[in-house]
């Protein structure tokens, strides 16, 4: 028994409509899906003491992250922002993730209305924490106290992310041994200054840095390193090629001889990389 070519090839166009009207298909489903997923974001009024500050609350009951299970709710991600307060990119990164399924937290460290108007008051204010840790780590953890307290936050499924100022903050949030699950840094500053306080963390790190970054010196990515590594830390970090500070921010400019510029690739793979982490960290294992 055997068939023609013209028998095989027309099985061949066959299954090959058939594969493209799947395909067509999911496409279709897919885009529904999208069509009906509606990011709904809150402001949040908190306080720390007499000092009010106001975070930024993005999530979508429609979506959930791939794998993570139904009835735990949803995970929770933490998100600090950089020296110049919290302004619309903590906003986008928060909508970004309340499109991938998380519940998404930006927190305030400066106060309620207070933005620095240029990059030399953010020095300023940011060298403020940086030069108190513990205020720095206690704004860190009144921030995380309110995602937690999101409707529908698993509250074992915590991660936190944070951009240059606020990378530097989610590696103090888990050196105070605040309880979550993995933290993000992206082009954060990356001292040891109480290498002790390494005991303290029961997060999984992954550290995202520009290879050209002139603002984290090889002895703080040494000593960081060494901190980790003398306290068990389950860490991992991607270095990214022509990527200097701010990477992930297309508002440096695209200049990397002033020390701070948006690299596009960078800045998807550092992404790309958040979510694979987020993955491990978050999807339901199988049952045994």
């Keep these: 028994m055997f068939c023609c070519r013209r028998d095989v090839r027309r099985s061949r166009l066959l299954n090959s409509v058939k594969l493209f009207t799947c395909m067509l298909f999911a496409s279709a489903m897919w885009t529904a899906t999208v069509a009906k997923a509606e990011v709904q974001t809150q402001t949040i009024v908190y306080q720390d003491g007499d000092v009010m500050l106001e975070g930024f609350l993005a999530f979508d009951t429609k979506v959930r992250p ?95 992310i944070g951009y240059c100022f606020g990378g530097t903050g989610v590696i103090e949030l888990a050196r105070s041994g605040a309880e ?44 960081m390193i060494a901190e980790f590594d003398a306290h068990d830390v389950d860490w991992q970090m991607n270095v990214y090629a022509d990527a200097v500070h701010s990477f992930t921010q297309p508002m440096a400019g ?9 690299n596009k690739k960078a800045d998807l793979r550092s992404w790309d990389a958040m979510r694979v982490f987020f993955h491990e960290l978050f999807a339901a294992k199988p049952a045994d």
Excluded at 106 to 114: E, Q
Excluded at 254 to 262: F, M, Q
């Design 66 to 160: 791939a794998g993570t299970k139904a009835e735990s709710g949803k995970p929770g991600v933490l998100v600090v922002h950089q020296w110049m307060g919290l302004t619309d990119y903590e906003r986008r990164r928060c909508r970004q993730l309340a499109e991938l399924g998380y519940i998404a937290f930006a927190l305030d460290i400066y106060g309620r209305g207070v933005r620095p108007a240029d990059t030399g008051e953010a020095a300023e204010f940011s060298g403020k924490y940086k030069s108190d840790r513990e205020l720095y780590r206690r704004r860190l953890n009144l921030g995380l106290e309110q995602l937690r307290k999101a409707d529908n936050v698993a509250k074992d499924q915590i991660a936190a």
């Design 180 to 223: 979550v699950n993995g933290i993000v840094s992206f082009h954060g500053g990356l001292d040891s200054p109480s290498p002790d306080d390494g005991a303290n963390i029961q997060a999984k790190v992954l550290v995202c840095h520009g290879a050209d970054d002139p603002f984290v010196p090889k002895a703080d990515v040494e000593s």
């Design 254 to 262: 695209d200049d990397n001889s002033k020390g701070a510029a948006y």
